[in-house]
């Protein structure tokens, strides 16, 4: 079979590579995969910043969809042509996150899905949503749980509410979608208008340029009669934690589950405090979280927003696309 390995934390090391066709052992399925979809997290793994210290040569990619091929000694959740999705942290089933969860996740340490075929324990796949084709439901793993894990477990999203997400990739478009399935009223951030129009056509209810509206926060605030909004889905990080806090109303939640403006700045607590705001950081979610979410897909028909697909033979010049920022909602890899 065809997988992607790299030898070196470089994204040019990124080569093809023929590789024996693995086998389920005891617990185990082998997936056909058919289709991927890139996260950040992706590159940073294959460019070393997110695991230094990970044992090379190894395959990246963290979510997939697929076929089950085969299964091991003892498998009853799923069975042999079965349509199948990865669920990311593939031990944490229900329950508080704990750390050891960490060491299970798709796409290093726990197996790379950038391949025509991987194992994976059965407890690590879900069925995707009715309807759904595999690009589709490739999306869901960590962008469209993240999404979820961000307004209903931790922010707790009510119909009437309202949120603000940052930029326009794959988590933030699904927060919009999800926000508006449950009723609340969604503002979203870019530096494109064209893809702020593109938001609201996909029923975004206000967009902000911060590029000529770098005070997007007061901005926020007004289309908000000065109250803030409920939950912020906090893409973006260090660099505009102190903007969205502004724009959070007290008593409301920042999720935070984005890097994109750096790991650490200076803070204000002052204003964490006097406005009891919740501080929650976003590792996707459980695998209950993703089912409790596809049935929810389901039931409201939402479909994700696929900005571009590529064919396998280019998986680096996908992963390059996405590192370029350009996209409006997922890029997804066809196997």
């Known amino acids: 079979m065809r997988a992607y390995t790299f030898d070196q934390f470089d994204l040019d090391r990124l080569k093809m590579t023929e590789q024996p066709t693995p086998t389920p052992g005891p617990g185990e ?41 085969a299964i091991g000694d003892g498998v009853t959740r799923v069975k042999a042509g079965d349509p199948v999705v990865g669920h990311f942290v593939a031990d944490w089933l229900d329950g508080p996150f704990r750390g050891e969860y960490s060491a299970s996740s798709l796409g290093t340490p726990g197996a790379g899905l950038a391949a025509e075929q991987a194992v994976v324990p059965e407890h690590a796949l879900v069925a995707p949503p009715a309807g759904y084709d595999f690009a589709q439901a490739s999306t869901l793993p960590i962008a469209a749980l993240t999404a979820w894990s961000a307004l209903v477990t931790e922010g707790r999203l009510q119909a009437g509410q309202t949120i603000l997400t940052l930029g326009t ?17 969604a503002i979203i951030t870019s530096s494109s208008d064209e893809k702020l129009e593109r938001a609201r056509a996909l029923g975004a209810d206000h967009g902000i340029n911060y590029t000529t509206n770098a005070d997007w926060e007061r901005e926020v605030l007004a289309l908000t009669d000065g109250r803030g909004v409920d939950v912020v889905v906090e893409t973006g990080g260090a660099g505009t934690l102190n903007q969205s806090m502004k724009a959070t109303s007290p008593g409301g939640t920042l999720a935070i589950l984005g890097a994109l403006t750096g790991l650490s700045a200076e803070v204000s607590t002052g204003t964490i405090l006097m406005k009891r705001l919740t501080l929650a950081g976003i590792y996707v979610d459980c695998r209950r979280a993703f089912e409790e979410m596809n049935a929810f897909l389901s039931a409201k028909s939402i479909e994700p927003v696929i900005d571009q697909r590529f064919v396998f033979d280019r998986l680096p010049d996908a992963l390059r696309t996405m590192e370029a920022g350009g996209h409006f909602g997922k890029i997804v890899v066809e196997v």
């Open 29 to 69: 399925v082998l997936v056909d995969l058919r289709a991927l979809s890139l996260n950040y997290r992706d590159l940073l793994v294959i460019r070393g910043l997110y695991n230094r210290k990970l044992a090379l040569p190894a395959t990246p990619v963290s979510d997939g969809a697929g076929v089950v091929a």
């Open 169 to 185: 990739g794959g988590v933030s478009i699904w927060a919009v979608q999800l926000a508006k399935a449950l009723g609340a009223t």
